[in-house]
T-cell receptor, first 112, second 114 residues
Framework: AQSVTQPDIHITVSEGASLELRCNYS??????LFWYVQSPGQGLQLLLK??????LVQGIKGFEAEFKRSQSSFNLRKPSVHWSDAAEYFC??????????FGAGTTVTVRA | NAGVTQTPKFRVLKTGQSMTLLCAQD?????MYWYRQDPGMGLRLIHY???????AKGEVPDGYNVSRLKKQNFLLGLESAAPSQTSVYFC?????????????FGPGTRLTVL
């Protein structure tokens, strides 16, 4: 069965520091991968997605993610975090034409 | 263009009561979904619909029913609420089937069952 693992439940990072969130997937074929962000009290917003081509994907809000097939990973990165990046981040994989399987999420706290 | 909206935003129920959550989208999307979000478990799919008049079970359908009488609306019903259904419920929609298509989410409904 397809699944997504986010190993880090909670990450604290200083404002201006870099951020990397880990995502590992288990999937038999070429995966279609997504990162969503959920700000407190809000719904989920798509940051970026990968489905083919360049393995380094650029998203909104200065985020990028790199697909590494050999490691079954799709890690999210941001070079310099802002206080507004404090949120919960979800990695997801499309498991068929219209269903997503989500990881458990990583909560990011940004300290001044 | 409001996107995906959910009604109500908050609700408190007693065990055994019933209620209906409404999801509406104005993007003319074919596909709609109901998820529940619980701490440490991410989002889990309850039911989904691939078009007006259709519904299908997701990962955790027990205790819930859904209807899609109009393309723009997707209703989630709890016939007899249980404390285990305390959760945050999200509705989402997407335009068409496709592994790369984006799902657009509503703001969520926080439900507490006492």
């Amino acid at each position: 069965a397809q699944s997504v693992t986010q190993p880090d439940i909670h990450i604290t990072v200083s404002e201006g520091a870099s951020l990397e969130l880990r995502c590992n997937y288990s999937y038999g074929a070429t995966p279609y991968l997504f990162w969503y962000v959920q700000s407190p009290g809000q719904g989920l917003q798509l940051l970026l997605k990968y489905f083919s081509g360049d393995t380094l994907v650029q998203g909104i809000k200065g985020f990028e993610a790199e697909f590494k097939r050999s490691q079954s990973s799709f890690n999210l990165r941001k070079p310099s975090v802002h206080w507004s990046d404090a949120a919960e981040y979800f990695c997801a994989v499309a498991i068929n034409d219209y269903k997503l399987s989500f990881g458990a999420g990583t909560t990011v706290t940004v300290r001044a | 263009n409001a996107g995906v909206t959910q009604t109500p935003k908050f609700r408190v129920l007693k065990t055994g009561q019933s209620m209906t959550l409404l999801c509406a989208q104005d993007m003319n999307h074919e596909y709609m979904y109901w998820y529940r979000q619980d701490p440490g478990m991410g989002l889990r799919l309850i039911h989904y619909s691939v078009g007006e008049g259709t519904t299908a079970k997701g990962e955790v359908p027990d205790g819930y029913n859904v209807s899609r009488l109009k393309k723009q609306n997707f209703l989630l019903g709890l016939e007899s609420a249980a404390p285990s259904q305390t959760s945050v419920y999200f509705c989402a929609s997407t335009e068409s089937p496709g592994l790369s298509d984006t799902q657009y989410f509503g703001p969520g409904t926080r439900l507490t069952v006492l």
